[in-house]
C-alpha cells in the first residue's frame, strides 16, 4: 500500500483542486481519497507537500524506435523517458521498421510494451510500408488492439485513398491521425520557408500551405464521411484558423500542438540547429501565438511530444543532411508550463487537460479520473520547482531543451501498483 501525502489533487476530468490524501491499495487501485487520512499498517507513505497530484499524462504520438532503430530507442528506454516526463500512456506510431502494418509487428511491440509499468500502446500505419497506395487491414489490426491508424512523417497524399481510410475507420469507430505536409510545398523540409534559418543554411524550406491545403481537404473529408481524425502536430496559425471554422461545422475533428512548437520559432533555429530541425518545422511568432490562442479556445486539444530520437552522428551534420524530429517526453511538462501556465495563458488545470484528458478521450480510454476505485495512473508534479535538463533516460539527446532553465518538475508516477515516488 502507498499513502500519498499533503498534495493537491488536481483533477481536470472532475474539476477537483483541493488538498487530498490518496491511498493506492497493493492492487494498484486507489481505495480511499480524504483531506487527512490515517496511515494503514504496513503502509508505505510519500509525502508531496507543495506538488500537485493528477491524472497521469497521455502522449497520443511518440515514436520509440522498435522494432528496426534501435540505437535511437527502444521501448524500455522510450518507456522510461516517459515515466520520467510524468507519463502513464504513451502511443506509438507507426513508422518503425518493418512498418507496424502487420499483426506480427504489432504483436511484438504489444509484447514487449506489457512487460512495462505504463500503459504502451501501438498505432498501426494507414497504408501498407507507409508507401500511400494500399490501405492495410484496419479491421483485424483494431481486433488485435491497435487504437487507431496513422502514416505518421508521411503524408496521405492520394485524397482518394483518405477518403477510404476514413470511410472504414468511421464505420470501425477507429481514429486517425494525420501528417499534414503536402510534398509538393516541401522545398525542403525541417525549416519554414522564408526564415532567416533557411538562408542561414542555404536550404529552401517548407511552406506552410504545405499544412494548410492538406488540412483544408481533410476537414471536408471528415464532414463528408464522419470520422474522427487528428491532425498531427499543426504549425501554422492559418491551419488553427481552418480547424477552428471546421469543428463548428460539426466535424469531429481534433488537433495536436507539440511543445517545441508552443515554445519555440523560426528564429530559434538559428540558435538550435539541427535540433531545431524538426516537420512540420517551426514557424513565426505569430503562428506560435495562434496555436496558444488555439489551446485556450479549445480549438487544439492535444498536446503531443512527438518523441523522436536520433544518434548524435545523425543530427550532427550540416542542416540539409541532418534528419528532423526532437525527443519530447522528458522535457514536454516543463517546457509547457514555462511557457503556458508560468506565463499566465493556461491556467495548471488547462495544461492538464490538454495533456492528459484529451488525449486518453480521443483514444476512447476510460477510468483515467482520480477516483476511489479506479486504477491509480498519477502524475505528481511540483509546478514551481526550477529545472534544466543535463541528460535523459531517453538513448538519444537530440533536444532543443537541453541546458535551458525551465520550471516545473514530475516529481514521480504511480501506475497500478508501480511507483517512482
Ligand atoms: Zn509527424
New binding site residues.
Partial sequence: MLLIQNGTLLDPYTGADRRADILVGDDGIIHRIGDRLDVPAGAQTADISGCTVSPGLVDV?VHFRDPGQTEKEDIHTGTAAAIAGGYTTVVC?ANTRPVCDSLQTLEYVQDKAAREPINVLQACAVTRGLKGRELTDFAALHAAGCPGFTD??INLTSGRLCLEAMRRAKALGVPLSF?E?DPAFVLSPGVNYGSPAAEHFSVLGAMPVSEEAMVARDIELALQTGARVAF??ISSARSVALIREGKARGADIHAEATPHHLSLTQEDVLTHGTNARM??PLRTEADRQALIAGLIDGTIDLIAT?H?PHTAEQKNQPFAAALSGIIGLETAFSVCNTALVQTGRLTPMQLLRAMSRNPAQFYGLTGKAVREGSRAELMVADWNAPVCYQTYQSKSANSPFTGMPLRGRVRGIVCGSYSTL
Fill in positions: 504520438h506510431m505518421d512523417g501528417h505536409e498531427q502536430h516537420n512540420p512527438d523522436a
